[in-house]
């Protein structure tokens, strides 16, 4: 008995020091923070904790006194048994390292940040930011040899993205994991503070509503604070999608489509160019996933907003004056180019004038740059990602060509006006590489055997007669043959999806995902097994770095191995985006 | 693939046939059947108009085939009916993330999940208009109600 007690007393030592070490402080440790741009701070401890215990202090000062904000303590979180202290829209106007302290008894935590400014002057009066949703290595390459093809080994032609002068690795690592997801990425590159997996523009706190965690200020409400600049938003999927919101919106929860439309359109970026129409609609209408009856184009139209509704429109709309446009395409995402362009699959029967991002992003510079002050433009080739995922890697590899002549359309802008940076990137990779070819010429109907590899690979045989870049099919004798290194279990079939995209699992009465039988009597398919997690649907995002690109003025700063939130500094630097540039 | 309707005639003789048996299946009703690409009208970007055959067949018995999309539980009384076999699960996105084709079955009781690999046929009464499912949230365009389904 003795012994026992002796025992349970070493254990409730050793939970008090882990606790110690539980409590959380957001902005959290090594944090870097644009000087004077709005953010909220919070304090998790582990357990209740009594006000009079607690004292939380920024370099030394009481917090109330450092910060010049009201601290606020909370006993009992809602649905937590813990206490908190927020102390909402702090900001720090002095460049410098902060060091906060919080204390509630033994609990104690430190973190320190780093404030920055940035220099007196704009180096670039325009930035267009470029970003393929999940563009990884294999993307690239294989874009270059299906657009330009490949002879003895050498590249028969480059794409845009090819000549760009400076690039950096990106890390993309998450708050909580060292993988990843669109929301946390492009809303590090947006806000320049890494967050949680499904969060944008704030840190992910412990209780269970999505839309009161810490927030910080995102690109878009810089450029509103301090700047005259027009912002631009061209994507292919639809608009409340991850990437596009992360310039606008504030959640946990990237689900929250309807009301990070709202988020949206409180913000009102000039150029708005995408799908989701069906989060503008009002809930009567049917289409709508909204849930009250705000109508949301309305809204735009009365803000005096240029609308267009298909490629057309989109075109006659380039002729208006007035800079403002609200091109909505579709009531979910745009289709991938091969469906659209092609093959006519998809949902190209309901919605068949769907604009491409190449043709987007022309219509959104001609109205952006009427702007004497300048402009920010970010470009989203969504499909990238979006077929990466359920491995259709031609759907993928077309929708990157696309994404790279809306490089060159970036880039020819900026030959006319050099004072434009251009960062082209992604926000994650995917677990896919290139290993040769598919030719269907071998003998046999094993199509496994007909994988080339090595000196067997030889090269593709696509053909661009009508030289528009793309191959003139993609279901050609010789391929290349992309394999993704992970995903459910799902039939290979060794050719290209002409039929639509991909399904290759469903899930079944025990909730795993098995392979879709749809492909099964494909001749040759070959049964894959996965290797993730069988409540996984379809391939995951990698780990692995993404390969920066940028051209123009500021563009020096990236180099060598970059955190994903460091990109956002140097945008704020580029822009100025420490100075009042308004009267 | 789907059966796009009855000729009159061959409804006629249906509803006949369901007349006689409805002193032994009073819940059952001829049903007419219907296919996913019959469902609206027009789908634009400003939304979706019900087809005349909804609108005419609203409150009516139908019959459709299609996948059965996984439900939060293997007993469940109701599920969504989608045309090609969907990767999603519809509760544990939110229905956000659903294409517009897609139907909602409310059964009139629980049935065992069928094989998402394969084609059921539902039978039941057909509502329209959006209308939020007070316990999960799930809002719907097109539902049918009194439902059962069988493999096909």
């Given at each position: 008995?003795?012994?026992?007690?002796?025992?349970?007393?070493?254990?409730?030592?050793?939970?008090?020091?882990?606790?110690?070490?539980?409590?959380?402080?957001?902005?959290?440790?090594?944090?870097?923070?644009?000087?004077?741009?709005?953010?909220?701070?919070?304090?998790?401890?582990?357990?209740?904790?009594?006000?009079?215990?607690?004292?939380?202090?920024?370099?030394?000062?009481?917090?109330?006194?450092?910060?010049?904000?009201?601290?606020?303590?909370?006993?009992?979180?809602?649905?937590?048994?813990?206490?908190?202290?927020?102390?909402?829209?702090?900001?720090?106007?002095?460049?410098?390292?902060?060091?906060?302290?919080?204390?509630?008894?033994?609990?104690?935590?430190?973190?320190?940040?780093?404030?920055?400014?940035?220099?007196?002057?704009?180096?670039?009066?325009?930035?267009?930011?470029?970003?393929?949703?999940?563009?990884?290595?294999?993307?690239?390459?294989?874009?270059?040899?299906?657009?330009?093809?490949?002879?003895?080994?050498?590249?028969?032609?480059?794409?845009?993205?090819?000549?760009?002068?400076?690039?950096?690795?990106?890390?993309?690592?998450?708050?909580?994991?060292?993988?990843?997801?669109?929301?946390?990425?492009?809303?590090?590159?947006?806000?320049?503070?890494?967050?949680?997996?499904?969060?944008?523009?704030?840190?992910?706190?412990?209780?269970?509503?999505?839309?009161?965690?810490?927030?910080?200020?995102?690109?878009?409400?810089?450029?509103?604070?301090?700047?005259?600049?027009?912002?631009?938003?061209?994507?292919?999927?639809?608009?409340?999608?991850?990437?596009?919101?992360?310039?606008?919106?504030?959640?946990?929860?990237?689900?929250?489509?309807?009301?990070?439309n709202t988020?949206i359109y409180d913000l009102k970026p000039e150029v708005i160019?995408?799908?989701?129409s069906?989060y503008f609609l009002p809930?009567?209408t049917?289409?709508?996933?909204r849930?009250d009856d705000i109508d949301h184009i309305k809204l735009y139209q009365d803000a005096g907003y240029t609308f267009a509704t298909?490629?057309?429109?989109?075109?006659?709309a380039?002729?208006s004056?007035t800079g403002k446009l609200l091109g909505l395409?579709?009531?979910?995402?745009?289709?991938?180019?091969?469906?659209?362009?092609?093959?006519?699959?998809?949902?190209?029967?309901?919605?068949?004038?769907?604009?491409?991002?190449?043709?987007?992003?022309?219509?959104?510079?001609?109205?952006?740059?009427?702007?004497?002050?300048?402009?920010?433009?970010?470009?989203?080739?969504?499909?990238?990602?979006?077929?990466?995922?359920?491995?259709?890697?031609?759907?993928?590899?077309?929708?990157?060509?696309?994404?790279?002549?809306?490089?060159?359309?970036?880039?020819?802008?900026?030959?006319?006006?050099?004072?434009?940076?251009?960062?082209?990137?992604?926000?994650?990779?995917?677990?896919?590489?290139?290993?040769?070819?598919?030719?269907?010429?071998?003998?046999?109907?094993?199509?496994?055997?007909?994988?080339?590899?090595?000196?067997?690979?030889?090269?593709?045989?696509?053909?661009?007669?009508?030289?528009?870049?793309?191959?003139?099919?993609?279901?050609?004798?010789?391929?290349?043959?992309?394999?993704?290194?992970?995903?459910?279990?799902?039939?290979?079939?060794?050719?290209?999806?002409?039929?639509?995209?991909?399904?290759?699992?469903?899930?079944?009465?025990?909730?795993?995902?098995?392979?879709?039988?749809?492909?099964?009597?494909?001749?040759?398919?070959?049964?894959?097994?996965?290797?993730?997690?069988?409540?996984?649907?379809?391939?995951?995002?990698?780990?692995?770095?993404?390969?920066?690109?940028?051209?123009?003025?500021?563009?020096?700063?990236?180099?060598?191995?970059?955190?994903?939130?460091?990109?956002?500094?140097?945008?704020?630097?580029?822009?100025?985006?420490?100075?009042?540039?308004?009267? | 693939?789907?059966?796009?309707?009855?000729?009159?005639?061959?409804?006629?003789?249906?509803?006949?046939?369901?007349?006689?048996?409805?002193?032994?299946?009073?819940?059952?009703?001829?049903?007419?059947?219907?296919?996913?690409?019959?469902?609206?009208?027009?789908?634009?970007?400003l939304?979706?108009?019900?087809?005349?055959?909804?609108?005419?067949?609203?409150?009516?018995?139908?019959?459709?085939?299609?996948?059965?999309?996984?439900?939060?539980?293997?007993?469940?009384?109701?599920?969504?009916?989608?045309?090609?076999?969907?990767?999603?699960?519809?509760?544990?996105?939110?229905?956000?993330?659903?294409?517009?084709?897609?139907?909602?079955?409310?059964?009139?009781?629980?049935?065992?999940?069928?094989?998402?690999?394969?084609?059921?046929?539902?039978?039941?009464?057909?509502?329209?208009?959006?209308?939020?499912?007070?316990?999960?949230?799930?809002?719907?365009?097109?539902?049918?109600?009194?439902?059962?389904?069988?493999?096909?």
């Open positions: 008995m003795r012994g026992l007690l002796a025992i349970l007393t070493a254990t409730t030592v050793l939970a008090t020091s882990m606790t110690a070490s539980a409590t959380t402080i957001f902005p959290l440790d090594r944090a870097t923070i644009l000087t004077s741009s709005p953010f909220d701070v919070k304090v998790e401890f582990d357990g209740v904790v009594s006000a009079d215990d607690v004292s939380v202090t920024v370099n030394g000062k009481p917090a109330a006194e450092a910060l010049g904000k009201d601290v606020r303590f909370i006993e009992r979180e809602d649905g937590v048994e813990a206490s908190a202290v927020r102390i909402d829209g702090v900001l720090i106007a002095e460049p410098g390292t902060y060091t906060v302290v919080a204390k509630a008894g033994a609990e104690e935590k430190s973190v320190t940040w780093e404030v920055y400014g940035t220099p007196e002057t704009a180096q670039a009066k325009n930035v267009i930011f470029l970003i393929a949703d999940g563009l990884s290595v294999a993307h690239r390459t294989a874009a270059r040899i299906m657009s330009k093809g490949m002879t003895e080994g050498k590249a028969n032609g480059r794409l845009n993205m090819d000549d760009l002068d400076r690039m950096a690795f990106i890390g993309t690592s998450s708050t909580e994991a060292v993988a990843t997801d669109s929301a946390n990425t492009m809303s590090a590159y947006m806000t320049g503070h890494k967050t949680a997996v499904n969060a944008l523009g704030v840190y992910a706190d412990r209780t269970k509503d999505s839309l009161d965690d810490p927030k910080f200020e995102t690109l878009v409400e810089a450029l509103r604070r301090q700047t005259g600049k027009s912002v631009g938003i061209v994507t292919t999927s639809e608009l409340q999608d991850a990437t596009p919101a992360a310039l606008f919106a504030h959640t946990r929860r990237r689900a929250d489509k309807a009301e990070i988020m160019l995408g799908g989701g069906a809930q009567a049917p289409g709508s996933k849930k298909t490629a057309g429109e989109l075109a006659a380039s002729g004056n395409f579709h009531t979910g995402n745009l289709d991938t180019t091969l469906d659209r362009e092609f093959l006519k699959k998809g949902t190209v029967d309901k919605f068949p004038e769907q604009p491409g991002l190449v043709a987007m992003t022309e219509a959104a510079l001609g109205q952006l740059a009427k702007n004497a002050e300048g402009f920010v433009l970010v470009v989203e080739a969504a499909n990238v990602d979006k077929m990466s995922h359920p491995l259709d890697w031609d759907r993928a590899v077309v929708d990157t060509i696309e994404f790279d002549k809306a490089v060159g359309v970036a880039r020819e802008f900026a030959e006319k006006n050099p004072d434009t940076l251009i960062v082209v990137t992604g926000d994650h990779t995917h677990g896919v590489s290139i290993i040769g070819t598919v030719d269907d010429e071998k003998e046999g109907m094993d199509m496994r055997e007909k994988v080339g590899t090595y000196a067997d690979a030889g090269f593709p045989n696509y053909v661009d007669e009508n030289g528009d870049g793309y191959p003139d099919r993609v279901d050609v004798s010789r391929r290349l043959f992309l394999a993704a290194n992970n995903g459910p279990d799902h039939y290979e079939t060794f050719r290209p999806k002409l039929d639509g995209p991909f399904v290759p699992a469903i899930q079944d009465e025990n909730k795993k995902y098995i392979a879709n039988e749809a492909y099964k009597d494909v001749p040759g398919a070959v049964l894959v097994e996965g290797n993730i997690p069988r409540d996984g649907d379809t391939g995951v995002h990698a780990v692995d770095d993404v390969v920066l690109q940028a051209t123009g003025p500021g563009s020096e700063r990236f180099k060598g191995y970059m955190e994903q939130s460091d990109v956002y500094r140097v945008i704020a630097e580029t822009l100025a985006l420490g100075v009042k540039q308004t009267q | 693939m789907i059966s796009t309707g009855f000729s009159r005639r061959q409804a006629l003789t249906v509803m006949g046939g369901a007349a006689l048996s409805l002193t032994l299946h009073p819940t059952r009703a001829a049903a007419q059947t219907i296919a996913f690409d019959e469902l609206y009208g027009k789908i634009s970007v939304g979706l108009t019900f087809s005349d055959k909804v609108l005419a067949l609203k409150g009516e018995r139908v019959a459709m085939r299609g996948f059965m999309a996984p439900p939060l539980k293997a007993e469940a009384d109701f599920f969504v009916l989608t045309e090609i076999p969907m990767a999603l699960c519809p509760f544990c996105s939110s229905d956000a993330d659903w294409p517009d084709d897609i139907i909602v079955v409310y059964l009139d009781r629980a049935q065992t999940f069928e094989q998402a690999n394969g084609i059921i046929e539902v039978s039941g009464t057909l509502e329209v208009g959006s209308w939020t499912d007070p316990e999960t949230g799930f809002v719907s365009l097109l539902r049918i109600v009194g439902a059962n389904f069988s493999a096909v």
